[in-house]
């Protein structure tokens, strides 16, 4: 897959699976992604929770990505670097394009709202076709 083909595979398949670590224990969660491009993958999350707290500790994650089609199964991992974005723009765009999130922010403020940008991006996509190949690792710029 080219780098073009793997972000419209990530941002047509939003959901994934996240890991972080605290101390030596990997922790994998079901997240939403807001968007992926060669900027870098943005997601956010709540500053009480312990991905927060993880990723503040440890800024290295990867995350996994599914079509859900077991006839034509595709899954890629993408592991980078998470960055804490300050950008209210960016804040404030993401909350008018999910609106659950805007009774959120109406409680508890934008400083409650944590968006991260993973960057230093490396891929590797999976199929069955090729699942007894080498690993081929695309760099995402």
């Known amino acids: 897959m080219t780098q073009h083909e793997i972000f419209e595979f990530i941002n047509k398949n939003q959901t994934c699976y996240?890991?972080?670590?605290?101390?030596?224990?990997?922790?994998?969660?079901?997240?939403?992604?807001?968007?992926?491009?060669?900027?870098?993958?943005?997601?956010?999350?709540?500053?009480?929770?312990?991905?927060?707290?993880?990723?503040?500790?440890?800024?290295?994650?990867?995350?996994?990505?599914?079509n859900n089609d077991f006839q034509n199964l595709v899954q890629i991992r993408?592991?980078?670097?998470?960055?804490?974005?300050?950008?209210?723009n960016l804040k404030e765009e993401i909350v008018a394009n999910r609106p659950f999130l805007k009774t959120i922010t109406d409680?508890?403020?934008?400083?409650?709202?944590?968006?991260?940008?993973?960057?230093d991006l490396v891929a590797t996509v999976w199929t069955m076709a090729t699942n007894l190949s080498l690993k081929n690792y695309i760099e995402l710029k």
């Open 78 to 88: 993408v592991s980078g670097t998470a960055v804490l974005e300050n950008d209210i």
């Open 107 to 119: 409680r508890f403020g934008y400083d409650f709202f944590a968006v991260f940008r993973v960057k």
């Open 18 to 66: 996240l890991a972080t670590s605290e101390g030596n224990k990997p922790h994998v969660r079901g997240m939403l992604i807001y968007r992926a491009d060669s900027n870098g993958i943005i997601f956010h999350t709540g500053t009480t929770k312990d991905i927060f707290k993880q990723i503040q500790n440890n800024p290295n994650v990867e995350l996994c990505f599914t």
